[in-house]
């Protein structure tokens, strides 16, 4: 089916670790296509686009003077076999992102991706840097020992067995000399910046990475700097472990997540006390876990910038004029589209796509043109000079080329408007990408730099269509005031469909449409999705009401119902379009854009209440907060002003002379015990004034003060020094080991952690309690099945529960049982800390449900 065979090549590959491929071709030419179900157009916008001539467009590298003798294809075909073949100097696989073919490259980011992940991990975010840092490529080198061969999951060198877990864990392996990058991969990283300058003719270099990547770029700068390579630049991400050295006049960035669960922020700022240098910008972003976020990818490019400037007109960007800003807010809605198709690949599945498209559709064809990445377009020429350009995403049909043509022949004849059908991909997961491809590839679409566009999506299409249009406002102004109407042909609105147990709507129409800022024109169409009713309401009178509201609102300037279809059918001279649609489209063509109305509050509702909130939900949730409601402060007081009150009430008490005794007898202590004094000092020392601003008492309140002394100290630089020092006073660098432990709440229920549920009696349940054991019945909510585990009481947390299951089930991670309740169409997760309580029947018995793993 046309869906299934797209292809969509999104970034170059290029392979010094073999010779030469089936065809025979250098390896070094062949460009290699990723997942198609979330794959953003990685080549340039405005370079090769099939296949084939993106094969010609890929230049050859050079190869390396040490990389004499390589192993040819053949039977040794494991490939962590076939890298103990590969000479030390030989230069990573590397995937390019960046600039046009062809157009001159004036600055260089090469980034290393982290441990145990996909070679092609860091794409998203090498396609927003893309956009932030024009004339730059993206060097993406994929790390050469393969520790997961179903999944690709790769790693720059074989750690010890043993993942470290804690501070203490990566304090022992650094003693031990177990964080060091072995000598040859250090010298391949080498011989890949040696490539990489080559290649680029010395552009000016910037060094970084994420997690392990970044621990082989900082451990590599002295063979960098022997070998005459050192970049203008270094940035370490979540991975400062040890110190190093920085060379003479190489500058570094340093950013840390706060509340980052694999490397302890704790760890970042005692290596950076230690090397204590000048050259070094550290940061810590409070509510960033281990990942890369959006605000990260805006500071790496302020530091290129900054160190690596490049003058406005001397660019080859045929968007010179963009401005920073722009750029910033292009690039947070590439990451945010990424995101969004990753989340939708699931509903890619025929079991989905059969009720919204024809599964065996027939597209454009090879002959159409293409945009980069490969998306299929035909256009239709008006006679005469053309006034401008409708984009047109066609329906559920048989053909597209054939049920396409009536109606863009009838906008020809009628308006004098060219008609660019575009054959989008007909996946879930697609539909923003594609919309978003066409937006940034606009000119070719139109052939034209200024022409006015109408957009006009029908049935399905108007998932792509809305898409393009509420995406659009934080695209430069320039493309923004190109778009002059959205046409919703037969379209939908809220699509629900069963989903296991649930009804879902990913795509969500409604929800995007409400952020559209242009004129909109209603098109009652005949779709087979248009007669799609949703709790009883049709499609038309549910986008009708929207947009009427919208109206009133003046979220949009003006708004045309239709109650007809687009193409109106006579027999005496066929098809023509409808005089009401001819009339919307002129009206809007003749009036002032609706991005010069908006000014300079164009896209600020999007992004702050789609691209900002998204960004923050993308963001790692740190395990220990799991099920933990965030506080709310009461009534009366802002949250800074009230946590300013609460920090000044607890640095008098850390000033006590038995606060000092007990903290130096808790960092005295060893192990766990250390934890339960520290944990006893936690309760009577904060929990008194927390409860009084409306924390919730015991292990649940000191949890959610931290989560809203991290957040809120995120916007308020006196808070956060606040926030440090509090830390420092009652050491509460140890909560989240205490938490994740289990010795938070089992020493603030009173109970010693040695009777907790890590200590499994009888059928799998907890040992020890005076009374009677409770069974509880556990059923997955989602995959079915039920077991049955014992806890000691009804005093037993919930916490002793996923322990008692966790125990049962063999299950090392405490993430993957996960104890709920159901609100309405909502699943919500119970907190660690709350006791059975009235869940248990006079029978001594409970019931509970649960999502994370199968109970197998």
Same mark, same amino acid.
């Given at each position: 089916?046309?869906?299934?065979?797209?292809?969509?090549?999104?970034?170059?590959?290029?392979?010094?670790?073999?010779?030469?491929?089936?065809?025979?071709?250098?390896?070094?030419?062949?460009?290699?296509?990723?997942?198609?179900?979330?794959?953003?157009?990685l080549l340039a916008r405005g370079g090769g686009s099939d296949l084939e001539a993106a094969e010609a467009q890929v230049p050859v590298a050079p190869q390396c003077s040490a990389t004499a003798a390589l192993p040819a294809r053949g039977a040794g075909s494991d490939p962590e076999t076939a890298e103990t073949q590969v000479s030390p100097l030989t230069p990573f696989k590397c995937r390019l992102v960046g600039p046009a073919t062809g157009a001159a490259v004036r600055r260089v980011l090469v980034l290393l991706h982290g441990w145990r992940v996909s070679g092609d991990d860091l794409e998203s975010e090498a396609e927003a840097l893309r956009i932030l840092l024009p004339d730059t490529v993206?060097?993406?080198?994929?790390?050469?020992?393969?520790?997961?061969?179903?999944?690709?999951?790769?790693?720059?060198?074989?750690?010890?067995?043993?993942?470290?877990?804690?501070?203490?864990?990566?304090?022992?392996?650094?003693?031990?000399?177990?964080?060091?990058?072995?000598?040859?991969?250090?010298?391949?990283?080498?011989?890949?910046?040696?490539?990489?300058?080559?290649?680029?003719?010395?552009?000016?270099?910037?060094?970084?990475?994420?997690?392990?990547?970044?621990?082989?770029?900082?451990?590599?700068?002295?063979?960098?700097?022997?070998?005459?390579?050192?970049?203008?630049?270094?940035?370490?991400?979540?991975?400062?472990?040890?110190?190093?050295?920085?060379?003479?006049?190489?500058?570094?960035?340093?950013?840390?997540?706060?509340?980052?669960?694999?490397?302890?922020?704790?760890?970042?700022?005692?290596?950076?006390?230690?090397?204590?240098?000048?050259?070094?910008?550290?940061?810590?972003?409070?509510?960033?876990?281990?990942?890369?976020?959006?605000?990260?990818?805006?500071?790496?490019?302020?530091?290129?910038?900054?160190?690596?400037?490049?003058?406005?007109?001397?660019?080859?960007?045929?968007?010179?004029?963009?401005?920073?800003?722009?750029?910033?807010?292009?690039?947070?809605?590439?990451?945010?589209?990424?995101?969004?198709?990753?989340?939708?690949?699931?509903?890619?599945?025929?079991?989905?796509?059969?009720?919204?498209?024809?599964?065996?559709?027939?597209?454009?064809?090879?002959?159409?043109?293409?945009?980069?990445?490969?998306?299929?377009?035909?256009?239709?020429?008006?006679?005469?000079?053309?006034?401008?350009?409708?984009?047109?995403?066609?329906?559920?049909?048989?053909?597209?080329?054939?049920?396409?043509?009536?109606?863009?022949?009838?906008?020809?004849?009628?308006?004098?408007?060219?008609?660019?059908?575009?054959?989008?991909?007909?996946?879930?997961?697609?539909?923003?990408?594609?919309?978003?491809?066409?937006?940034?590839?606009?000119?070719?679409?139109?052939?034209?730099?200024?022409?006015?566009?109408?957009?006009?999506?029908?049935?399905?299409?108007?998932?792509?269509?809305?898409?393009?249009?509420?995406?659009?406002?934080?695209?430069?102004?320039?493309?923004?005031?190109?778009?002059?109407?959205?046409?919703?042909?037969?379209?939908?609105?809220?699509?629900?469909?069963?989903?296991?147990?649930?009804?879902?709507?990913?795509?969500?129409?409604?929800?995007?449409?409400?952020?559209?800022?242009?004129?909109?024109?209603?098109?009652?169409?005949?779709?087979?999705?248009?007669?799609?009713?949703?709790?009883?309401?049709?499609?038309?009178?549910?986008?009708?009401?929207?947009?009427?509201?919208?109206?009133?609102?003046?979220?949009?300037?003006?708004?045309?119902?239709?109650?007809?279809?687009?193409?109106?059918?006579?027999?005496?001279?066929?098809?023509?379009?409808?005089?009401?649609?001819?009339?919307?489209?002129?009206? +809007? *063509?003749?009036?002032?854009?609706?991005? $010069?109305?908006?000014? %300079? =509050?164009?896209?600020?509702?999007?992004?702050?209440? @789609? /691209?900002?909130?998204?960004?923050?939900?993308?963001?790692?949730?740190?395990?220990?907060?799991?099920?933990?409601?965030?506080?709310?402060?009461?009534?009366?007081?802002?949250?800074?002003?009230?946590?300013?009150?609460?920090?000044?009430?607890?640095?008098?008490?850390?000033?006590?002379?038995?606060?000092?005794?007990?903290?130096?007898?808790?960092?005295?202590?060893?192990?766990?015990?250390?934890?339960?004094?520290?944990?006893?000092?936690?309760?009577?020392?904060?929990?008194?004034?927390?409860?009084?601003?409306?924390?919730?008492?015991?292990?649940?309140?000191?949890?959610?003060?931290?989560?809203?002394?991290?957040?809120?100290?995120?916007?308020?630089?006196?808070?956060? +020094? *606040?926030?440090?020092?509090?830390?420092? $006073?009652?050491?509460? %660098? =140890?909560?989240?080991?205490?938490?994740?432990?289990? @010795? /938070?709440?089992?020493?603030?229920?009173?109970?010693?952690?040695?009777?907790?549920?890590?200590?499994?009696?009888?059928?799998?349940?907890?040992?020890?309690?005076?009374?009677?054991?409770?069974?509880?019945?556990?059923?997955?909510?989602?995959?079915?099945?039920?077991?049955?585990?014992?806890?000691?009481?009804?005093?037993?947390?919930?916490?002793?529960?996923?322990?008692?299951?966790?125990?049962?089930?063999?299950?090392?991670?405490?993430?993957?049982?996960?104890?709920?309740?159901?609100?309405?169409?909502?699943?919500?997760?119970?907190?660690?800390?709350?006791?059975?309580?009235?869940?248990?029947?006079?029978?001594?018995?409970?019931?509970?449900?649960?999502?994370?793993? +199968? *109970?197998?």
């Open positions: 089916p046309h869906r299934a065979t797209c292809r969509f090549p999104s970034a170059l590959m290029f392979d010094f670790d073999e010779l030469d491929d089936e065809e025979g071709r250098p390896a070094a030419e062949v460009p290699v296509a990723p997942r198609c179900a979330a794959a953003t157009t993206v060097v993406l080198p994929e790390a050469p020992v393969l520790l997961d061969t179903e999944h690709g999951l790769r790693s720059w060198w074989t750690p010890r067995d043993a993942t470290p877990e804690t501070a203490e864990d990566i304090r022992a392996l650094r003693r031990e000399g177990l964080l060091r990058a072995p000598e040859d991969t250090r010298q391949r990283l080498v011989a890949t910046v040696g490539w990489v300058l080559r290649k680029f003719d010395g552009a000016p270099l910037f060094l970084g990475g994420f997690s392990q990547g970044s621990q082989l770029v900082a451990q590599s700068l002295a063979d960098l700097s022997r070998a005459q390579l050192l970049p203008r630049g270094v940035v370490v991400l979540s991975g400062l472990v040890e110190a190093f050295k920085l060379p003479v006049g190489v500058r570094c960035l340093v950013l840390h997540g706060g509340q980052d669960s694999r490397v302890p922020v704790d760890i970042a700022k005692e290596v950076a006390a230690e090397m204590n240098s000048q050259s070094m910008k550290f940061e810590v972003l409070p509510r960033l876990g281990h990942e890369v976020s959006d605000q990260e990818l805006d500071m790496i490019a302020a530091f290129c910038n900054e160190h690596a400037p490049l003058s406005r007109g001397g660019g080859s960007d045929a968007s010179a004029h963009i401005s920073d800003e722009e750029r910033v807010r292009a690039a947070k809605l590439a990451r945010y589209v990424k995101r969004m198709s990753e989340g939708l690949s699931v509903y890619d599945k025929d079991w989905y796509m059969k009720h919204l498209c024809d599964l065996d559709m027939r597209g454009l064809g090879d002959d159409c043109q293409t945009l980069p990445g490969g998306l299929r377009y035909c256009i239709h020429k008006a006679a005469g000079s053309a006034r401008g350009t409708v984009l047109l995403f066609h329906g559920k049909v048989r053909d597209v080329r054939a049920e396409t043509s009536s109606l863009a022949a009838a906008y020809a004849r009628a308006l004098a408007l060219d008609v660019a059908v575009v054959d989008y991909r007909q996946s879930a997961s697609c539909f923003g990408l594609d919309a978003q491809t066409c937006l940034e590839c606009l000119e070719q679409l139109t052939g034209s730099a200024t022409g006015l566009v109408i957009i006009h999506g029908t049935g399905l299409g108007s998932a792509c269509a809305i898409h393009m249009a509420m995406s659009a406002q934080v695209m430069p102004a320039a493309v923004d005031r190109r778009l002059r109407l959205l046409v919703l042909d037969g379209a939908f609105g809220a699509l629900h469909m069963n989903v296991g147990c649930t009804t879902k709507d990913p795509i969500a129409n409604d929800s995007k449409l409400a952020y559209v800022r242009m004129p909109v024109c209603l098109v009652g169409g005949d779709d087979p999705l248009f007669g799609v009713t949703t709790n009883g309401e049709t499609q038309w009178s549910a986008l009708s009401d929207l947009c009427e509201e919208m109206l009133k609102d003046k979220r949009i300037p003006s708004l045309a119902q239709i109650s007809e279809t687009a193409l109106l059918r006579s027999s005496s001279e066929g098809a023509s379009l409808n005089p009401e649609l001819a009339a919307a489209v002129r009206v +809007a *063509l003749d009036r002032l854009p609706a991005a $010069a109305e908006r000014g %300079q =509050e164009r896209g600020k509702d999007f992004m702050t209440d @789609v /691209l900002d909130v998204s960004e923050e939900f993308s963001q790692e949730r740190p395990p220990e907060l799991e099920g933990v409601e965030p506080w709310r402060p009461p009534k009366g007081g802002r949250a800074k002003v009230q946590l300013e009150a609460i920090c000044e009430v607890l640095l008098k008490v850390a000033a006590s002379a038995q606060h000092a005794t007990t903290l130096t007898e808790a960092k005295a202590t060893a192990g766990a015990g250390r934890l339960e004094v520290l944990v006893k000092l936690w309760l009577g020392s904060l929990s008194p004034t927390l409860v009084a601003h409306g924390f919730q008492a015991g292990a649940i309140g000191l949890l959610q003060f931290e989560s809203a002394m991290a957040s809120t100290s995120e916007f308020f630089a006196d808070l956060k +020094a *606040l926030h440090g020092r509090i830390s420092d $006073a009652f050491n509460l %660098q =140890e909560l989240p080991a205490a938490a994740k432990s289990g @010795v /938070l709440h089992s020493a603030a229920a009173g109970a010693s952690p040695t009777n907790s549920a890590t200590k499994s009696g009888a059928g799998g349940g907890v040992a020890g309690g005076a009374g009677g054991k409770v069974s509880v019945v556990v059923e997955h909510l989602t995959k079915g099945g039920s077991i049955n585990i014992f806890v000691d009481s009804a005093e037993s947390t919930i916490l002793d529960v996923r322990k008692a299951i966790m125990q049962k089930l063999e299950e090392a991670s405490i993430n993957k049982v996960k104890i709920v309740i159901q609100e309405g169409r909502r699943t919500k997760m119970i907190p660690d800390g709350e006791a059975l309580g009235a869940r248990v029947d006079k029978e001594g018995r409970a019931e509970l449900l649960m999502v994370g793993r +199968a *109970l197998q």
